[in-house]
């Protein structure tokens, strides 16, 4: 992937992390699984390790989404170096 597409990518990922409407749904799954966890029996292994899951997966998506943007903001570095680069030969 060019460095371009990287910012890109880091540009509409920043656009979802900023999106008011996703921000409410992660947070509106994140603690329905946690109330989850919580009211869950004592005996329910099964549904305590769901609701873990899937809060787990919530912040996967949203690491997975930083890490998008810190390759984006790198791939700037990148691009900001060649192009000093280009101008001082």
Do not use: C
Request: proline fraction near 1%; charged fraction near 30%; aromatic fraction near 6%.
């Amino acid at each position: 992937m060019s460095p371009e597409e990287k910012v890109t990518r880091a540009s509409h990922a920043e656009q979802l992390m900023r999106d008011d409407l996703l921000t409410e749904a992660f947070e509106k799954i994140e603690a329905a699984y946690v109330n989850a966890w919580k009211a869950s029996r004592v005996g329910d292994k099964e549904a305590r390790e769901f609701a873990y899951s899937m809060v787990s997966a919530v912040a996967l998506v949203r690491r997975q989404l930083v890490g998008v943007i810190q390759e984006g903001q790198l791939a700037v570095a990148d691009i900001e170096y060649a192009l000093s680069d280009d101008t001082e030969n």
